[in-house]
């Protein structure tokens, strides 16, 4: 009898205590290998700071979308700290042609082993980005563009 209420009071503790995974972080831990509209690029902006994977994660209950790139495990994060991304995207919106730009200070997040840059994105309707630019340009001294521009045409936005 005693052992069925110290089950009874441990198990709600248990289960509370247990940490559900985001769909993001499920993902990643994965290596974005299911991840089905991921895009393998393996692309050099520069020297030592490649761009091995790209993709987005849709979470419909969160209402948010995730933009998510992976590196080669080479890429150090000192290098990355140097330069900002420049992201520029093209989309239809109701038959409209929409152009926006992001500009991101990424910060390496390391998930068993892989390397990422995550940004958040506004949750757009459109589930197919028709054409991304990514490139690279200096903190420090305001440099655009700087090495290699990666162009990604129909990156879709659903991940279901």
Known sequence: MKYKYTLLVLLPILIISCSFKTKTELYLERGLDVLNNVKEVNFNLIDNYCIKKIGVIRDEKQKKKTLVIMLSPFTEE???????????????????????????????????????????????????????????YDRKKFERKIGNNLEINNLFTNND
Do not use: C, H, M, R
Request: net charge positive.
């Open 78 to 136: 000192k290098l990355v700290n140097n330069y900002s991304l420049g992201i520029q995207i093209v989309f239809n919106n109701n038959g409209k042609k929409v152009v926006e730009q992001w500009d991101i200070k990424p910060n390496i997040k390391t998930v068993k082993g892989f390397s990422y840059i995550i940004k958040e994105i506004p949750y757009l309707s459109v589930n197919k980005i028709q054409k991304a630019s990514i490139y690279l």
